[in-house]
Every structure is written in structure tokens, then in C-alpha cells.
């Protein structure tokens, strides 16, 4: 049994989330990242798990372009679908807007796992929105805001074994 894990990330998280889960899935498992490009060989590969990271409601533009150029061959793949984000309201709305439906549809799993802040790895725009949307949501939730002086993750370890459990 051998495994693509292929994802997109600005960040780190989801090239973590994907770490993660290679060492949660059986047989081979390879990681590819799409920044380095998109010529992955799917026919040598069962299992396919896709994931990506949400900015401004969107997955990145990396995963939608894979998805669309090789649609044939993923839906005759065992497929994973995974999106990292903070908005965990929106979270199941992204995910549908993330992907082709004719693939949430074939996908034996797809779930958001969470996300994380690293002010550090920001530039000066991305701080700003994010400090910003931090200050909304706690005074939506009457809630003291994060601490972003350090790395803030959300991400679910259970969320991501039940997937890599579903994926076998
Ligand atoms: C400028 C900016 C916009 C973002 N927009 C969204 C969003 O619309 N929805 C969401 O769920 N998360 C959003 N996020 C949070 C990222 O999805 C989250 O930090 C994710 O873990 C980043 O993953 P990556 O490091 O793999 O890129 C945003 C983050 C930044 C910095």
C-alpha cells in the first residue's frame, strides 16, 4: 500500500499536519509539497491525501489547480481531504468551498484540522489581520484574546488520528 500526502502551506502548519500524518498511515507514505511543483506520479500511488491551508475563505491557489488538473485520476484514488484554518465556524464551509465536490463526494475523509498563528513567520499585512480578527472573535465570544506574543495552534492531534484511521 503506498501514499501521496500533497499539500500547499505559507506558513508551516499544514506541511505539519501532513508530517504528522505520514507517520500515522501504513505502507509507504510519501510527502510532496506543491510549491517544488506539481509533477507527482498519482499511478504508482493507492492512497492520495490532499491538504492545504484557508486565507481569506480560500483554499491556496496550489491545491485548487492540482485538484482541477488531475480530477480524473484522484477520483480513482483512496482519497483524504484536509484544509488548516482558525475560523472554526466557517470551517466546514471552507472545507466544501476547498475542493471540487465531485471529490468531497468520492473522499473517504475530509475534515479541517485546525490552525496556527506564528506572528513571527507573518509580514506586516498578515500581522495586522490576524491581531485584528483575534480582537473581533474574543469580543464576539466575550473572551480574552490569544496571547500571539508566541505560536497559537488549534490544530486537533484526535481530529487528524481519526482521519489517518478512516484513510486506512
Ligand atoms: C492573512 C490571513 C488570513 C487568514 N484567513 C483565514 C480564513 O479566511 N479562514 C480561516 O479559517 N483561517 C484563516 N487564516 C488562518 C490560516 O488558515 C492558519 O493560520 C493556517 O494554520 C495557516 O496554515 P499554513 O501555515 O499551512 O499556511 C488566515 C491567516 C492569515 C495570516
Redesign the pocket.
Known sequence: MKTVII???????????AKWLSGKLSGRVDLHNLKMGDNVDLAQYDRVILG???????M?KEVTAFCQNRLDQLKEKRLGLF??????K??EA?LKAAYPEELLNRAAVAD?F?????LK??NF???T??KM?ARMEAKENNSEPPDLSRSF?T?SEEKMDRFAQKMG
Open positions: 499539500y500547499a502551506t505559507k506558513h508551516g502548519c499544514s506541511e505539519k499536519c492545504g491551508s484557508i486565507y481569506a475563505g480560500r491556496l484544509t488548516c484554518g482558525m475560523n472554526q466557517e470551517a471552507q479541517c485546525g490552525g496556527e498563528y506564528n513567520e507573518m499585512f498578515e500581522r489581520i490576524v480578527v495552534s490544530v
